[in-house]
């Protein structure tokens, strides 16, 4: 797929507005470049939002900053685009820095959207959001970022039928841990899952066992991590994740920036030193299941990713293929429901006595 019509699709997953994404995508054709393009429509929807908060409809507003934060992290992904040597690096961190506190503006006014938590664990504390179904106690999936995507925006939208079907969210900021200071970026989660697990029996409005996992791209790597990392995890989702990073993925200037910006590093030998620590060699076969999705059409992490995770946890791993391109963009509407359906189905298994009330607790900080 061209790469301007992979990123639209994932645009509009992400939450920018169709009407907002088609007059960046007419702005694109008459000569602007993506991030110019996208970040005007950004700021179209900001003054929806502050139009909104001005009149006092609360809940518009929350919305309006909803769409505003996936469209400024939508302009930041015109880092894939920009020819080397380019200046990417500063704009591509202000944008996404703008997306986390239009976020954060869409929880403050309406709260039972979800709220900002922090967690201790054994590499230092880590950052994200949970967000509570309207009954409980529910089961929690914890959701894993990507390489170059925001638990603000991506994983605001993978939790909604997640939601939908009764579970809890947690949307973990990792690895690249944007909202930290210092940064202190992640990929090693088998280090972190017990003490995930462990906050997660302390809630009152979450089940105490019997947890679950989804990621797209680099974030299914993360999912298979936490599974062999902490046997609480019983079942996890992985969406066209790599087995490791190789030579040849290294020859790609946009996985180059993408693990430059996640991790925090400038020099080529620092990125290098990193894409060799990145694979599956050593971790624990998992206890819990997972649904691995292998798109027949990725470019990036072709059918070797796959077959090196099914020699990995071997009976553990469940393969199904899809005809379509990275992480299945164009067709997440199929394997989106499907997926979480099969969450849910082994969550259930692993806690089927749990009665189901009013989650009262859920709307507060």
């Known amino acids: 797929m061209e790469p301007r ?72 992904l015109g880092l894939h685009l920009v020819a080397s040597g380019t200046p990417w690096w500063r704009s ?23 709220r900002a938590v922090r967690l201790a664990t054994p590499r230092g504390p880590v950052t994200g959001y949970l967000r509570l179904p309207a009954t409980g106690p529910a089961p929690l999936v914890v959701l894993f970022n990507g390489l170059d995507s925001l638990c603000e925006v991506e994983l605001h939208a993978f939790g909604e039928p997640l939601l939908a079907r009764g579970m809890a969210v947690l949307a973990l900021d990792l690895p690249a841990a944007f909202g930290a200071r210092p940064r202190t970026p992640l990929f090693e989660v088998e280090a972190v899952a017990p003490a995930l697990a462990d906050w997660a029996a302390r809630q009152p409005g979450l089940v105490a066992r019997g947890l679950g996992a989804l990621g797209v791209s680099f974030g299914g790597h993360l999912v298979a991590r936490a599974l062999a990392g902490e046997p609480r995890f019983v079942a996890g989702v992985a969406v066209s994740p790599n087995a490791g990073m190789d030579g040849p993925l290294m020859a790609l200037e946009r996985m180059r920036r993408m693990l430059s910006l996640s991790f925090n590093l400038r020099g ?61 963009t164009s067709r997440v509407h199929e394997w989106l429901p499907q997926s979480v359906d099969w969450l849910l189905e082994r969550i259930k298994a692993a806690d089927p006595d749990v009665e189901r009330t009013t989650n009262t607790w859920g709307a507060r900080k």
């Not at 239009?102 to 709260?111: E, F, G, H, K, S």
């Open 5 to 76: 019509r992979f990123m639209v699709f994932r645009a509009a997953f992400a939450g920018v507005p169709f009407g907002a994404l088609e007059a960046a995508t007419r702005r694109m054709d008459a000569g602007q470049e993506w991030t110019a393009a996208l970040l005007g429509s950004a700021m179209d929807l900001r003054q929806l939002a502050d139009q909104a908060s001005r009149e006092g409809r609360a809940r518009s507003a929350a919305q309006a900053w909803l769409w505003t934060a996936s469209t400024y992290q939508a302009a930041s």
């Open 92 to 114: 591509a961190l202000r944008l996404r820095h703008r997306a986390r506190l239009a976020y954060r503006r869409a929880l403050a006014l309406q709260p039972g959207l979800g």
């Open 268 to 328: 080529d030998a620092e990125v290098e030193g990193l894409a060799s620590r990145i694979h599956l060699g050593g971790l624990k076969a998992p206890e819990g299941r997972l649904l691995l999705l292998h798109m027949e059409q990725d470019r990036l992490f072709g059918p070797e990713h796959a077959e090196a995770f099914v020699a990995w946890g071997g009976s553990r791993v469940e393969l199904r293929t899809w005809n379509a391109e990275h992480v299945g």
